[in-house]
Nanobody, 122 residues
Framework: QVQLVESGGRLVQAGDSLRLSCLASKLTFNLFHMGWFRQAPGKEREFVAAISRSGDSPFYADSVKGRFTISRDNAKNTVNLQMNSLKPEDTAIYYC???????????????WGQGTQVTVSS
């Protein structure tokens, strides 16, 4: 069974930085594009960032562009999300996901992790 496990979420202050990681298991990692999504209380899950299987085509939501950076290490089967200048509006559960098609649509992703909580206080 394919597993995606996120880590790194915690409580931080506004303006702080945080790095999230996602470890993939039982997956031919370099054949999948990877994405990060988030869901805040009372809201639908939204796209945050995505990266192609080659690592040369990053995409970002307008709300995080310039602050967040997505990267991957195919030798370690990991995808990361570096978050800088965090805002209270970034508070959410963050999910890692894998897809055979590079897409921003959550319903087109094949596998999902269980999420990690990020809380940004003001």
């Amino acid at each position: 069974q394919v597993q995606l496990v996120e880590s790194g979420g915690r409580l931080v202050q506004a303006g702080d930085s945080l790095r999230l990681s996602c470890l993939a298991s039982k997956l031919t990692f370099n054949l999948f594009h990877m994405g990060w999504f988030r869901q805040a209380p009372g809201k639908e899950r939204e796209f945050v960032a995505a990266i192609s299987r080659s690592g040369d085509s990053p995409f970002y939501a307008d709300s995080v562009k310039g602050r967040f950076t997505i990267s991957r290490d195919n030798a370690k089967n990991t995808v990361n999300l570096q978050m800088n200048s965090l805002k209270p509006e970034d508070t959410a559960i963050y999910y890692c996901a894998a897809t055979t098609k590079l897409t921003l649509r959550s319903n087109e992703y094949n596998y999902w992790g269980q999420g990690t909580q990020v809380t940004v206080s003001s």
